[in-house]
């Protein structure tokens, strides 16, 4: 195999990141009846793919005479690679953007058993097959040409990286927001629920009123009943303006469960001094309890109205472009997510 100079390996890479691309993107579109742009990136690349390639090459190239060599050297180098990319993506973003949870004989769901024995076949497939022809046409490509179409593709590439890191931390961010706002619709739940008790209130009918699991799922099955209504109704309609609807009725939804608990956290204020077997100590306390309660849900409701639909629309573009992505800690919030966007 031939030895390459660092702007031929580059365009290598580049090449292997287009050609990866348009596989998965083809190949998950057919899968999901809908285009999809796959990865990570905005543009036609995956560097999953290029990375492999040029990691498979370096691997192979002392025994690429030997086919079982090259499917084991192979296989094991770009399980390596996509263990340690997976592992490391996972970490620092908080999503998994590719899971094997489900697949037999996984690691940790960044690989699995089937997805290596791919990888080794698709090393042959390179090393004998795909990589000759490209090689070939690479040595023709002149030597001033290639050094400067390696640069303009790196900075091309780098301004993209960021701006998709950038993105995927903000998914980040989204979702731990969300996921710690419903956490503390539940704590506000159960707290309102306490003091309801305390003041001897109706509590079956507090919950009734209160229960915020209640109020999502009714949330959720109103969004699934207006989602057939709009596909009957409004086809043409554009998908951001589907899920900026979505986002308004489920922004209102939850700016309900808020303004209901807040009123039974006042009703429960303002009975305080009804109750004769009270201490003004233990009074005093248990109205700062609530005070500093109703504060903490008027700064939510404060948060959650200001929440603009931009704030969305990056986490939305990688959820469309890494539709089996999953978050271990963040898994309400991420599916709450898609079904803001209409997808399942």
Known sequence: MHIYTAGQWTLLFYFYCLCGWIWESCYVSVRQRQWVNRGFLHGPLLPIYGSGAIIILFAVIPVEDDLHLVWLFGMTAATALEYATGAAMERIFKVRYWDYSNQKFNLNGHICLTSSIAWGFFSILLVRFIHPPVGRLLARVPALVVDPAALVLTAAFTADLVCSVQAALDLRDVLARLTEENQELRRLARRAEVAAAFAEDD?????????????????????????????????????????????????????????????????????????????????????????????????RESVIRSREPRSYRRSLRILRGNPSAAAKEFGEALESLRRLDGRK
């Open 203 to 299: 509590l079956r009918r507090f919950r009734e009123r209160t229960e915020v699991e209640k109020l999502l799922l009714q949330n959720r099955v109103q969004e699934e009943l207006q989602g057939l209504r709009d596909a009957r109704t409004q086809r043409s309609q554009k998908r951001q303006a589907r899920w900026e609807d979505a986002l308004r009725r489920r922004t209102a939804a939850k700016l309900e469960a808020l303004e209901t608990i807040a009123g039974a956290l006042e009703t429960c204020r303002n009975h305080l001094d009804n109750l004769p077997d009270l201490a003004e100590a233990a009074l005093a306390e248990r109205r700062a309890d609530l005070d500093e309660a109703i504060c903490r849900l008027r700064r």
